[in-house]
């Protein structure tokens, strides 16, 4: 059972425009989030984070949004340009006692942006 | 500052036959993760070392699947015998301690293929 859903696999959207990634979680423990940036043949890199104290986090053109009572976050990429054009995955984790420092990670969203 | 460093990029075995893995996380970074990526799939944790203690093996398939850490730096994943399944990405991570607000540093990683 995923715990962590990034249900669109990919993403279109035209140069200048707004990327929204959507993301679902089902663990009610997870109080920390984050979003990575994966180019082929290379590794994950750091985007955003979000805790669960806050409803939003905004860095240059990248916004993440959580809603808890939904269980649901969002990045947000204003404005999109070519080079954002990469794999994005949405994890998630919980610092509680008894839950796991591990992350969790949806199977990730492919987005492209056209000039 | 260097990255995390991961070698070999590529590997084709066959399989039945032993493959080895091997992570140079970013210098003064305690915690180190190995994660196996599926295509089309997240990362997946397989073993996160505390210095040299492997505190999270939960997910690491003991029976084929060994990891170490010698002296809390460099750490290399091992399987043996490999089998057709074992083909994906092998990610290597770092952090300083568990709970990084700003996430874990990928390797580029290693892409094994059993034929």
């Known amino acids: 059972d995923q715990q962590v859903k990034q249900n669109s696999p990919s993403l279109s959207v035209q140069e200048g425009r707004i990327s929204i990634l959507n993301c679902d979680y089902t663990?009610?423990?997870?109080?920390?989030f984050l979003w990575y940036k994966k180019y082929p043949a290379e590794g994950p890199t750091f985007l955003i984070s979000?805790?669960?104290?806050?409803d939003k986090n905004e860095d240059g053109r990248f916004t993440v949004f959580l809603n808890k009572s939904a269980k649901h976050l969002s990045l947000h990429i204003v404005p999109s340009q070519p080079g954002d054009s990469a794999v994005y995955f949405c994890?998630?984790?919980?610092?509680?006692?008894?839950?796991?420092?591990?992350?969790?990670f949806g199977r990730g969203t492919s987005l492209i942006v056209h000039p | 500052e260097a990255g995390v460093v991961q070698s070999p990029r590529y590997k084709i075995i066959e399989k039945k036959q032993p493959v080895a893995f091997w992570c140079n996380p970013i210098?003064?970074?305690?915690?180190l993760y190995w994660y196996l990526q599926n295509l089309g799939q997240g990362p997946e944790l397989l073993i996160r070392?505390?210095?040299?203690?492997?505190?999270?093996d939960s997910q690491l398939p003991k029976d084929r699947f060994s990891a170490e850490r010698l002296k809390g730096v460099d750490s290399t994943l091992k399987i043996q015998p490999a089998e057709l399944g074992d083909s994906a990405v092998y990610l290597c991570?770092?952090?300083?301690?568990?709970?990084?607000?700003?996430?874990?540093?990928f390797g580029s990683g290693t892409r094994l293929t059993v034929v």
């Open positions: 979000i805790s669960s104290i806050k």
């Open positions: 210098s003064g970074h305690n915690t």
């Open positions: 991570a770092s952090s300083l301690g568990p709970t990084p607000t700003r996430g874990y540093t």
């Open positions: 994890a998630a984790r919980s610092s509680a006692s008894g839950g796991s420092y591990i992350p969790t």
């Open positions: 663990n009610s423990m997870f109080d920390y």
């Open positions: 070392y505390e210095n040299e203690e492997a505190v999270d």
